[in-house]
């Protein structure tokens, strides 16, 4: 039985830059939807010029756009002139979904706010994605993606005495960000089957990234504990973070007693079993400086691929620490699919991710490159009547 396209027949207006955006649009494009990414004439989505290969980005097609844009179609459009705003309008009118990236009050100002568009057309679902949210105090302040890391308390719990504060290693506010979008959307269109109404949905960075944090924050709105830097020490087990190996390192994951015990078969050091300062696993916690150097001069003797089958052997969670590119090559991600290729005119074949839920009956595969800026202006606006004679017009006013 062939896989069919879940969102096929949603049609998506994506007026999105950057990250948080695309991000949660490239996932409703996985999953068939028909996303038209609605792009300033002049040079579109900033990301089209973002990315370490200076030729992609003089032709508008950066790696970092690249990388989230797959499935989706792009007109061009200047919604700041009449022509545009009435066009689109038009657009909106029997389209979905609408999402939109901008600080709160740019599509009000535009003309083109939520309850302009719902009259037009009330079972749209529109997501608006903003830094702090439309409301309260911090509404209007500018925020990029480490601004919300360093606000949301995600910077503070990293690292160890030597570095702290520290970011993470990617924008991981803007794309849990997108993901709360996607699932936000999906939500409202699940709410719009059974009620036919559309709605407005306000999604915030800030709120995005703290729920991530809901561990560490209970300790300290339940229990009263505020979060210690342990540097790559996980805080609920011991031993559980990273070691010292031979050639590199390795995690060790032992988070019930059982594993403790069977860490310490497998490097053979069983009389640790029944030291009291690791005997119990809070004891074993509050020991674990103690405890990391007896167990490594142990994984100091076998390199780390040793200790991994040894210990996964014994059902103790353990892995090697992978570079990032050892990382997107290793069998089991190829395994997923994980990675997709695709053909992108003037730049050649590319790696993209696809969608990372697999679904039985449902596909998300990467069917179509990333477009260039205004690619689909002839499909799209012949929908609306407007054949070649008309874009140009249009095009020498420089509305598309």
């Known amino acids: 039985m062939a896989k069919i396209p879940m969102l096929e027949g949603i049609k998506v207006l994506d007026l999105t830059n950057v990250l948080s955006g695309p991000f949660a649009t490239l996932h409703l494009a996985l999953m068939g939807a028909e996303v038209i990414k609605v792009e300033n004439p002049k040079d579109g989505d900033l990301a089209r010029k973002l990315g370490i290969v200076p030729e992609y980005n003089k032709k508008l097609m950066g790696t970092s756009f690249l990388a989230q844009n797959a499935n989706k179609k792009s007109v061009t459009l200047n919604t700041k002139s009449p ?8 657009l909106v009118q029997d389209a979905d979904v609408l999402v939109e990236n ?4 740019v599509m009000d100002r535009l003309g083109l706010g939520y309850p302009v568009l719902s009259a037009l057309n009330p079972r749209l679902v529109y997501c608006a994605i903003s830094g702090f949210g439309q409301t309260g105090p911090d509404a209007l302040k500018p925020a990029y993606d480490q601004i919300i890391q360093g606000l949301s308390g995600e910077m503070a719990l990293n690292g160890d005495q030597r570095l702290n504060p520290l970011r993470a290693g990617f924008p991981v506010c803007d794309t849990v960000g997108g993901l709360n979008a996607a699932f936000a959307v999906m ?10 109404e559309g709605q407005c949905i306000d999604i915030a960075l800030l709120d995005s990234i703290m729920p991530l944090m809901g561990w560490v924050a209970a300790n300290l709105l339940i229990g009263g504990e505020a979060p210690v830097l342990m540097g790559n020490d996980n805080f609920t087990a011991a031993p559980s973070g990273t070691f010292r190996t031979q050639d590199g390192f390795i995690n060790i994951a032992a ?4 594993q403790w015990e069977a860490v310490c078969d497998c490097l053979e050091v069983l009389e640790l079993k029944t030291d009291p300062r690791f005997r119990e696993r809070d004891t074993r916690k509050g020991n674990r400086q103690e405890l990391t150097p007896l167990l490594e001069v142990r994984l100091r003797t076998q390199p780390t691929a040793y200790w991994v089958e040894r210990l996964n052997g014994s059902d103790v969670p353990s892995g090697a620490i992978l570079s990032l590119g050892e990382a997107l090559r290793q069998p089991q991600v190829g395994h997923r699919g994980v990675l997709q290729r695709t053909e992108v005119p003037g730049v050649g074949p590319v790696e993209v ?10 596909s998300g ?15 799209i606006y012949a929908r609306l009547g407007m054949g070649a004679a008309d874009l140009a017009g249009l095009k020498a006013k420089g509305v598309i």
């Open 187 to 196: 939500a409202a269109l699940f709410h719009r089957e059974r009620s036919g």
């Open 255 to 258: 988070n019930k007693q059982e």
């Open 365 to 379: 595969d990467v069917t179509a490159p990333p477009p260039t800026l205004g690619q689909h202006n002839a499909e």
């Open 353 to 362: 991710f696809g969608l990372t839920a697999l679904f039985e009956k449902g």
């Open 102 to 105: 901008f600080r709160p009050g």
């Open 83 to 90: 022509e545009g705003k009435a066009i689109f309008k038009r």
